[in-house]
DNA sequence: TATTCCTGTCCTG
DNA sequence: CAGGACAGGAATA
């Protein structure tokens, strides 16, 4: 394989973001603080790619930006998404969740068929690559609250915070 | 409220 | 290949 994946960084309110890109489409987006903790983790993702930073992504790093300022703008670049054939459900679910909304882990294991596998979808939401692109964070326990994220509880509910309609 | 079992996938030995 | 860990949930006492 040893594929050439592309990446570029941006800054956004929720701190650092990187987002990666294959000849497909989007493969990634992190959030983080710090460029060189993104990077850490796009090579622990992908462990056989080579990178390039590739200044003309920024383009597309403005766009995934102003999707994170404001979540209610559709956010239609392709994607590339890699994963488990459960896990690809699981996350074709989640962008069916409209913006405002949330939804239960118990919710979305029965709309891809599998209402017992709750523990499941939480595993496939804490492998999403993607960022924003895929709203794991509209995903939240049975009674409301917030229990875990892969980006840190914090930008979760910014998250949420800024995409509800009080 | 606390315990227990169930669940699908990934990670480690 | 076996066992444990996980961003949960429901049933039981």
């Not at 622990?44 to 930006?65: G, I, N, T, W, Y």
């Not at 209402?115 to 939401?125: E, M």
């Amino acid at each position: 394989m040893n594929e050439e994946i592309r990446f570029a960084f941006g800054q956004t309110s929720l701190g650092t973001i990187l987002v990666a890109s294959s000849n497909q489409g989007v493969v990634a987006v992190l959030l983080g603080d710090d460029p060189r903790e993104l990077v850490g983790n796009l090579k622990d993702r992908f462990p056989k790619a080579s990178f390039v930073s590739a200044e003309r992504e920024q383009a597309l790093v403005a766009r995934v930006a102003a999707a994170v300022e404001a979540p209610e703008s559709a956010l239609d670049v392709a994607l590339d998404v890699r994963g488990t054939a459960f896990q690809q459900r699981v996350w074709q679910a989640l962008r069916d969740i409209p913006s405002g909304a949330t939804v239960s882990y118990a919710e979305v294991a029965r709309r891809i068929g599998a209402p017992k596998a709750i523990r499941a979808v939480a595993g496939a939401c804490a492998a999403n690559p993607l960022a924003i692109a895929i709203p794991c964070h509209r995903v939240v326990r049975n009674d409301g609250t917030l229990s875990g994220y892969a980006w840190g509880v914090a930008r979760k509910r910014a998250l949420l915070d800024r995409e509800t309609v009080r």
